[in-house]
């Protein structure tokens, strides 16, 4: 366990957000993850991780440790895709983004498949999981991705989400309704 | 068939199933219904591909993750620059103004000396005209009268 990780867990959490450093090589790869997950761009993902330490760096005295500097980051994280995914829909809507590429494209599978055409069956039902993902709401997304992909407990992703427990149980059985509702079509 | 079978799971009981606290019925029924779960195993095996998949879209190599925290770095940095920058020039810019507040209130003139010295001088003139028989502007013809 590092020594990031070590103050993440106990009650002098703020001590973790001096050492950006440590923080960094804890978290960056979870931030960025989450990120990509919910704005589906690499470039705007790369600079929104960034814009989130920064954030964080910046107002580590406010930090008053009621929560874990990994909440705190992955809740600065969700607010910051929460604007920028607002922001593109307002330069979408007013015309100034013209050729915009779309970076959400999936990748290919990460596991091979036994055979190509279930490798195809396969991959054609996490296209449609994808399509569904992005097709969420942001705070629907959010909440499917952390419980997902980041295998977050619902408390701790209320804590994220600045929600209640109820709230977030709301967004996620909708989000796993939609979910079902467009695989199974 | 048990008539717990007949009643497959509903959005709400999946709704349990993705949050991870499954209720005692959902289980039984689990336990009755080959079918459902079969859609379970189903579902969680495309939720767990759909993570590993999203996982994978987002592994960078070594050399990503350090450009990225010397970027950081640089710009916390810069930041932090900025904000001494900002506080120094507000701090004196606050000292200018105190500055040109004092130095704007210019004092009074002092009215001069010789000014209070003339009213002396002016009170002590009057009480010898009253004093006098004849006005000042009549004293030269009084004067002549006199040695005539």
Redo the contacts between chains.
């Keep these: 366990m590092t020594e990031a990780r070590a103050a993440l867990a106990g009650p002098r959490e703020a001590a973790g957000l001096d050492d950006l450093e440590t923080l960094m090589r804890d978290e960056q790869r979870r931030v960025y993850r989450v990120l990509l997950s919910l704005v589906g761009d690499p470039d705007a993902a790369d600079t929104l991780t960034q814009d989130c330490f920064l954030k964080a760096y910046q107002s580590r005295e406010r930090f008053r440790g009621e929560c874990s500097p990994r909440t705190w980051l992955l809740r600065i994280a969700v607010n910051l895709a929460r604007d920028h995914l607002r922001n593109r829909r307002l330069q979408f809507w007013r015309g100034l983004v013209a050729n915009r590429r779309d970076d959400a494209e999936p990748p290919e599978p990460v596991h091979p498949q036994p055979s190509a055409e279930r490798a195809l069956l396969v991959r054609e039902q996490l296209d449609k999981v994808w399509a569904a993902v992005k097709s969420l709401s942001i705070q629907q997304k959010a909440v499917f991705i952390l419980r997902f992909v980041e295998e977050m407990e619902l408390e701790e992703i209320a804590g994220v989400m600045n929600l209640r427990m109820g709230t977030v149980k709301t967004h996620l059985f909708r989000a796993v309704s939609s979910i079902r509702r467009e695989v199974g079509e | 068939m048990s008539e717990m079978n007949e009643k497959h799971l509903d959005?709400?009981s999946?709704?349990e199933l993705?949050?991870?606290?499954v209720e005692a019925g959902t289980k039984r029924h689990l336990a009755e219904c080959g079918p459902c779960r079969d859609e379970v195993a189903r579902?969680q095996n495309?939720?767990q591909?759909?993570?590993?998949?999203?996982?994978?879209?987002?592994e960078?190599d070594e050399m990503f993750?350090a450009r990225?925290?010397a970027?950081?770095?640089a710009?916390?940095a810069r930041?932090l620059r900025t904000?001494w920058l900002r506080y120094a020039s507000t701090a004196l810019a606050a000292l200018l103004l105190v500055a040109v507040l004092l130095f704007s209130q210019t004092p009074k003139p002092k009215p001069a000396t010789g000014d209070a010295v003339s009213d002396e001088a002016l009170l002590e003139q009057v009480e010898s005209d009253l004093n006098r028989d004849a006005p000042q502007a009549l004293l030269a013809a009084a004067l002549t009268s006199e040695q005539e």
Excluded: K, N
């Excluded at chain 2, 993705?18 to 606290?21: A, K, Q």
């Design positions: 959005e709400t999946w709704a993705s949050s991870g606290s579902w495309e939720m591909q759909a993570a590993v998949r999203m996982r994978a879209q987002a960078r993750w990225q925290r970027t950081i770095r710009r916390a930041s904000m």
